[in-house]
Antibody, heavy 117, light 111 residues
Framework: EVLLVESGGGLVKPGGSLRLSCAASGFIFSDYTMSWVRQAPGKGLEWVSSVSSGGGYMFYAESVRGRFTISRDSAKKLLYLQMNSLRAEDTAVYHC??????????WGQGTLVTVSS | NFMLTQPHSVSASPGKTVTISCTPSSGSIANNYVQWYQQRPGSAPTTVIYEDKQRPSGVPDRFSGSIDSSSNSASLTISGLKTEDEADYYCQSYDDSAYWVFGGGTKLTVL
């Protein structure tokens, strides 16, 4: 069974930093592109960032480019999201998601990030 | 910025059929595949349609997807509505940079 478990969320002040982690199990982690998708309270889904299966290619939404960094450790089956210069509008539940051939085919339950003074 | 527009909400009675549309802000809907996700309250999203009209295993055939070039929109149709279908539904496609874009979501109420 594919399992994705996020951690690292919490309350942080504007301008602060946070690192999210996603532990993967139940599949060959190094075979898949992995992503972060966020959902602000009461709002819709927003793609944030993706990293290729080998880790050599990273992609970012314009709203986070230059502030967030995605990375992966395939030996440990971990996906990361380093978030710097956080803003109130970054407040959301952050989901880790696996990209299958086309679709986001597996999702974690998410970790809540709250940016507030 | 490329956007996908969905109706904010739709509703129908059990046993009826409902259709949710997804319209791109620019370009042809046929240029890129469209996926549809269901998100029940408190749960992570799951795929109900991929590549415009394909159903993942385990998704009932009451769910169908289509593309209409004349209206330049994608549609998710759910027939024989059940109360368990009540959820938020999101379409997803790609922008000119091939980055992933989600629609704003549609809340389906089964009355």
């Amino acid at each position: 069974e594919v399992l994705l478990v996020e951690s690292g969320g919490g309350l942080v002040k504007p301008g602060g930093s946070l690192r999210l982690s996603c532990a993967a199990s139940g599949f060959i982690f190094s075979d898949y592109t992995m992503s972060w998708v966020r959902q602000a309270p009461g709002k819709g889904l927003e793609w944030v960032s993706s990293v290729s299966s080998g880790g050599g290619y990273m992609f970012y939404a314009e709203s986070v480019r230059g502030r967030f960094t995605i990375s992966r450790d395939s030996a440990k089956k971990l996906l990361y999201l380093q978030m710097n210069s956080l803003r109130a509008e970054d407040t959301a539940v952050y989901h880790c998601a696996r990209i299958g051939e086309v679709t986001f085919d597996s999702w974690g339950q998410g970790t809540l990030v709250t940016v507030s003074s | 910025n490329f956007m996908l527009t969905q109706p904010h909400s739709v509703s129908a009675s059990p046993g009826k059929t409902v259709t949710i549309s997804c319209t791109p802000s620019s370009g042809s809907i046929a240029n890129n595949y469209v996926q549809w996700y269901q998100q029940r309250p408190g749960s992570a999203p799951t795929t109900v349609i991929y590549e415009d009209k394909q159903r993942p295993s385990g998704v009932p055939d009451r769910f169908s997807g289509s593309i209409d070039s004349s209206s330049n929109s994608a549609s998710l149709t759910i027939s024989g509505l059940k109360t368990e279908d009540e959820a938020d539904y999101y379409c997803q496609s790609y922008d000119d940079s091939a980055y992933w874009v989600f629609g704003g979501g549609t809340k389906l109420t089964v009355l």
